[in-house]
Structures are given as C-alpha cells and as structure tokens.
C-alpha cells in the first residue's frame, strides 16, 4: 500500500533528513515563514521591512538567512523594486503543492485547542521545537490509527 504524503508527512521528511535540515540550518525560522506562508504557486513576494515586522530579526541578519537559503539550493529569488519573491526549490516545494489535506491541516482549522497551542508556539522563541513537534504529531497520528483499526 502506498503512502499518502500530507503537508506533515513532508515536513516530518525533510526536517528530520540531516542532508536537508542542515542544507536549512541557520535559515530555519525564514524557511518555515515561507512554507507556512506560501501559496499553492509556490511564490511569496516580501520585502525586508515586511520580514523584520513577522521575524523580529534585523535585515542584515534575514540577508544573511536568504543568502544561505539560496546557496544551499533551498529557495530561489528574484528581487524587484523594493521587494523580493521567494519560491521553494526540490524538495522543499512539496511542502505548498501538496494537495492532500491531512489529520492536523483539519485539526488546525477546527480544534481551537490546537489553534491556541499553535499561536504559543509560533512566538519568536518556541519555533525550535517545531521539529519535535512534528514527529510527535507523527506518533499520535499512528497510534490514532492503530486505535480506530481495533
């Protein structure tokens, strides 16, 4: 049988494969920004100001993360007049061009239980356990199976 591959599966992929979490390493908080942020065609046009606001970090350091992004085959962009567009690169685009909605997609959009712990987690200083989270979810999510097939 095979897998059907959620945005969560994907996430869970790619942060726990070393050859792809360290390809994001330092850039970790401006690579989830822009895969929670954007849409099916896999382009988010921004600027520095707009990022400094939702980050909390300089433009210097946000330089720095788009740079290590774009050298390490993450992301590609394209700078305008005053802004930027981002767009995923293999694998990573996976992420915004899945289109099977899965468990926690429902949950996120339903449970304000999980919403609420969510917005506490997507503070500026609890986003280093979203890894952790992930593959939490992804053990419940088998146990959750295993339970409904007794």
Not at 36 to 51: D, G, H, P, R, V
Request: include cysteine; aromatic fraction near 8%; proline fraction near 2%.
């Amino acid at each position: 049988m095979e897998k059907i591959m959620t945005r969560w599966n994907l996430l869970h992929d790619i942060t726990m494969a070393k050859e792809t979490r360290e390809a994001i390493g330092k850039a970790w908080l401006l690579f989830l920004f822009l895969a929670f942020n954007m849409k099916k065609t896999n382009k988010f046009i921004t600027n520095y100001a707009e990022l400094k606001e939702k980050l909390g970090e300089s433009p210097n350091t946000i330089k720095n993360w788009r740079d290590h992004l774009v050298q390490n085959k993450v992301v590609q962009v394209f700078k305008g007049n005053g802004s930027m567009s981002f767009v995923l690169l293999s694998p990573y685009d996976s992420l915004v061009t899945c289109e099977q909605d899965d468990w926690a997609a429902v949950r996120i959009k339903t449970d304000a239980n999980v919403k609420r712990v969510l917005d506490k987690l997507s503070s500026r200083d609890n986003m280093s356990l979203l890894p952790v989270i992930v593959e939490l979810s992804a053990k419940v999510n088998k146990l959750e199976k295993k339970a409904e097939s007794f």
